[in-house]
């Protein structure tokens, strides 16, 4: 983990409210495992002064990239940072998803940035596998062809039935899963909250392994300032204890993560 | 022009510059070791802790403010053992003085505390903290009562050699007659200040935004009363005084310095940008050379009034 101060090179609209940032970052790029993330210092945005916490979409020895959607006063005046300018990170941060398991099929479940935070997971898998991608419309669901290109299965629901099946993630995830051995699944998911819950309930149910991205509220991003904190199921009388996502996560197997109701 | 002396003394306790971190904010050493030379740092002040491992509050713990933050983390630890354990041997590596801040839930737990830790190598002073806005028991308990402030003080005084640094909350009626009472009872040096007790609403749901109602608000927004505090408390004892509430750049520690604080501690900075500290200490070195000075101690208190 490094602090670098680093220059634009793209920041572009890139799919519906998405937009890409793409970063000169020679000291974070190489060393970035999938599913890590940066914290990111919002340029010229005085009064809100936290970074903000951003997953890596690609990373190489040039520079990372973000792909965000503006959602609140950090990331709305995110739309100010111009080519050129310098924006301040520090990363990469978190404990990025484990080596998968080669004897297992890879499957990717993924909603919003989630796939974006996929992508160099996929990237550097060997074995390529089936992903189920869930969004409102046709529009919030990105890097199809990317994921496609690469060799991956993908499979989109949207809530309007305009890409892919009409429903959820897990109306095109549970029966295709049904017609499989569970134990020879191993998931990979990242999206809103909801959407691991709901897959890591399915992994204990038919106790198969997934890998889930928990979402928190961040301010430090090292694992300093215990805001992030999930409760992280243990073997001792007190069944559970506080883990810092930023720090020990945000990368949780789903029988660790006791869920608050 | 020779470099000016940037040391000073807390007690016995020699801090080769007159920068710490603000307990909480930097965690045990390790978190902001990979961005932050662990050597540079006049002192490292640790998260607080208590006799025993402490979970802490709910969440959501903190909410961000216009230009600050909110907190109600609750004081979670690992306990004595656990900071022995896990932390004190990393912490040795470096040639720093360790402030290690603590607690209780209950008076007799800042004696105990201390006599847990009291025979461990590295660690170098004791900061009491008797202001926090966010557990219930403790914290401000102790520290909004001058008499109980005082019996506290007197009681880790009894336990340790080591320089003892009571903290104290900004919503205290009147901070010179703490700080005068915590001289009395033998304390070495007083820190100021904790956060200040705040409330955010969230308009939609009507709820608090923190899971603990209440919090403790840090950052810039609090500089001017901690300035005005450490100017208070300076008039009114002689032993030195850590100054912190709202330090992001070096201007803002030099300023504590003239107010009448010897050392000072970066606190919320250190979530924005991890370099704060190390700018902050250079800074102060270039203000006392571009002024003239020989040593830290040629500002402190030197406002004009
Ligand atoms: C590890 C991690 C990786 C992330 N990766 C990406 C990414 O690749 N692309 C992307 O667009 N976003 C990502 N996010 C989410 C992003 O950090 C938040 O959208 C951003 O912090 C919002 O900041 P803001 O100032 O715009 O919003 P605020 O004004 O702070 O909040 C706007 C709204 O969003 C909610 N909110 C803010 N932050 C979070 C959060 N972390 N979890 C849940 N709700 C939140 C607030 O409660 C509020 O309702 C990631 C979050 C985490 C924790
Ligand atoms: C997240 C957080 C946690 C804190 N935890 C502690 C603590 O454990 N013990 C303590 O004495 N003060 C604690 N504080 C208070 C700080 O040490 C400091 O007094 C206060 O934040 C003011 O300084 P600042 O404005 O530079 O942050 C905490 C502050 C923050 C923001
Ligand atoms: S955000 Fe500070 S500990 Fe995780």
New interface residues.
């Given amino acids: 983990m490094k602090h670098e101060l680093t220059n634009v090179i793209e920041h572009d609209n890139f799919q519906g409210e998405y937009r890409i940032l793409r970063l000169a970052a020679p000291v974070t790029g190489p060393q970035v495992k999938p599913g890590q993330f940066l914290g990111l210092q919002v340029p010229n945005l005085g009064e809100r002064i936290l970074r903000r916490p951003f997953s890596i979409y690609q990373a190489d020895a040039s520079g990372v990239a973000v792909l965000y959607k503006a959602v609140g006063r950090g990331t709305e005046a995110m739309a100010n940072i111009q080519v050129g300018d310098t924006v301040n990170i520090i990363g990469p941060l978190g404990n990025g998803y484990p080596e998968p398991d080669a004897s297992k099929t890879p499957v990717l479940v993924a909603g919003g940035y989630g796939n974006a935070a996929l992508y160099i997971l996929a990237q550097r898998m060997k074995k390529k596998g089936i992903a189920f991608f869930g969004g409102r419309s046709a529009i919030d669901i990105l890097l199809v062809k990317e994921f496609e290109e690469l060799g991956w299965d993908v499979r989109p629901t949207t809530d309007d039935g305009s890409l892919g099946t009409q429903g959820l993630v897990t109306d095109a995830f549970d029966p295709w899963a049904k017609k499989q051995d569970f134990q020879s699944l191993e998931v990979f998911c990242c999206g809103p909250n909801p959407m691991l819950k709901a897959i890591g309930d399915r992994a204990i149910a038919h106790d198969f392994t997934a890998w889930l991205s928990i979402d928190r509220h961040m301010a430090c991003g090292v694992g300093a300032c215990l805001t992030c904190v999930i409760k992280r199921k243990t073997d001792t009388p007190k069944d559970w204890e506080w883990s810092r996502c930023c720090k020990d996560g945000p990368i949780y197997e789903s029988r660790e993560v006791l869920w608050d109701e | 022009m020779s470099k000016p002396n940037l040391e000073i003394k807390i007690g016995s306790m020699t801090m080769k510059n007159p920068v710490t971190v603000a307990s909480?904010?930097?965690?045990y050493g390790p978190?902001?070791a990979?961005?932050v030379d662990l050597n540079r740092l006049g002192a490292i002040t640790v998260k607080g802790i208590c006799p025993e491992e402490h979970?802490?509050n709910q969440?959501?713990?903190?909410f961000?403010t216009?230009?600050?933050?909110l907190?109600a983390?609750g004081l979670?630890g690992p306990g004595a053992k656990g900071f022995i354990q896990k932390y004190i041997p990393f912490l040795n590596q470096f040639n720093t003085p360790v402030i290690v801040n603590i607690w209780g839930k209950v008076m007799e737990d800042y004696g105990r505390i201390v006599d847990l830790l009291d025979a461990e190598e590295g660690i170098d002073a004791y900061e009491i903290n008797l202001s926090c806005p966010n557990v219930k028991e403790g914290g401000s308990a102790f520290g909004t009562d001058v008499s109980t402030f005082s019996k506290v003080i007197e009681l880790v005084r009894a336990k340790t050699e080591k320089p003892i640094i009571p903290k104290l909350a900004p919503n205290v009626p009147n901070i010179g007659s703490f700080a005068k009472a915590a001289e009395n009872a033998g304390a070495d040096a007083i820190a100021i200040m904790n956060t200040m007790p705040a409330m955010a609403i969230n308009i939609d749901t009507l709820e608090p935004e923190l899971a603990n109602k209440f919090g403790g608000l840090s950052?810039?927004p609090i500089k001017p009363i901690a300035i005005k505090l450490v100017f208070d408390a300076a008039q009114n004892c002689s032993i030195p005084i850590i100054g912190m509430g709202g330090i992001f750049e070096p201007e803002d520690a030099i300023e504590f310095l003239i107010a009448g604080a010897t050392a000072v501690a970066v606190g919320?900075a250190?979530?924005?940008?991890?370099?704060t500290v190390d700018r902050v200490i250079s800074g102060i070195e270039h203000y006392l050379t571009a002024k003239g000075h020989a040593s830290v101690y040629d500002i402190v208190g030197t406002v004009k009034v």
């Fill in positions: 909480g904010t930097f965690g978190e902001y990979d961005l979970v802490g969440t959501p713990r903190t961000e216009r230009g600050g933050m907190n983390i979670p950052g810039p919320t250190n979530f924005v940008d991890p370099t």
